[in-house]
T-cell receptor
Framework: AQSVTQLGSHVSVSEGALVLLRCNYS??????LFWYVQYPNQGLQLLLK??????LVKGINGFEAEFKKSETSFHLTKPSAHMSDAAEYFC???????????FGKGTKLSVKP | EPEVTQTPSHQVTQMGQEVILRCVPI?????FYWYRQILGQKVEFLVS????????KSEIFDDQFSVERPDGSNFTLKIRSTKLEDSAMYFC??????????????FGEGSWLTVV
């Protein structure tokens, strides 16, 4: 069965600092992995996804994630945080027979001025 | 850009009442989903729907819940006899294929259900 674990329910960084949100996955088959962002009072928006093409995946808003099979990780990074990045971030893996997404518990990112 | 739309954005209902949440998936998509997110918790899969039938459902999706695609464009989630613990944000989603093929699943903005 597939699952994801997000380390840290809350991460706080200063504006301009590196953002690192951690995600580890468990999958019995080669995984497809996703990062979604949820801004306050909004729905889930896809940031980026890994589909076995390139291990370093670039997404929207300057975010990227690197798939590391040896570490079963898919951590999300951004070199320089912006106030507008404050949101909740969800890692997800495709699972089930119909490829429904299995989400982690989410990491809330706060950005301090 | 095409998007998944959901109505209502917020509904308050009394315990025991029936609720219907509506969704218009992206028009050329074939797979439809409902997820829910109880306040402060993770997003949980409820059900997937393909070719006019449920293709997979979680243990949360019991007999209290049903889904329907009545007219080829809307996709509805019905909750019969709502309970307090049904209070959550319900997300509709659609995709051109399944996530197993790496296809993106697109989410609506959610319907916030409050059961009092």
């Amino acid at each position: 069965a597939q699952s994801v674990t997000q380390l840290g329910s809350h991460v706080s960084v200063s504006e301009g600092a590196l953002v690192l949100l951690r995600c580890n996955y468990s999958s019995s088959v080669p995984p497809y992995l996703f990062w979604y962002v949820q801004y306050p009072n909004q729905g889930l928006q896809l940031l980026l996804k890994y589909t076995s093409a390139a291990t370093l995946v670039k997404g929207i808003n300057g975010f990227e994630a690197e798939f590391k099979k040896s570490e079963t990780s898919f951590h999300l990074t951004k070199p320089s945080a912006h106030m507008s990045d404050a949101a909740e971030y969800f890692c997800a893996v495709s699972g089930g027979s119909q490829g429904n997404l299995i989400f982690g518990k989410g990491t809330k990112l706060s950005v301090k001025p | 850009e095409p998007e998944v739309t959901q109505t209502p954005s917020h509904q308050v209902t009394q315990m025991g009442q029936e609720v219907i949440l509506r969704c218009v998936p992206i028009s050329n998509h074939l797979y439809f989903y409902w997820y829910r997110q109880i306040l402060g918790q993770k997003v949980e899969f409820l059900v997937s729907f393909y070719n006019n039938e449920i293709s997979e459902k979680s243990e949360i999706f019991d007999d209290q819940f049903s889904v329907e695609r009545p007219d080829g464009s809307n996709f509805t989630l019905k909750i019969r006899s709502t309970k307090l613990e049904d209070s959550a944000m319900y997300f509709c989603a659609s995709g051109p294929g399944t996530g197993l093929s790496g296809n993106t699943i697109y989410f609506g903005e959610g319907s916030w259900l409050t059961v009092v």
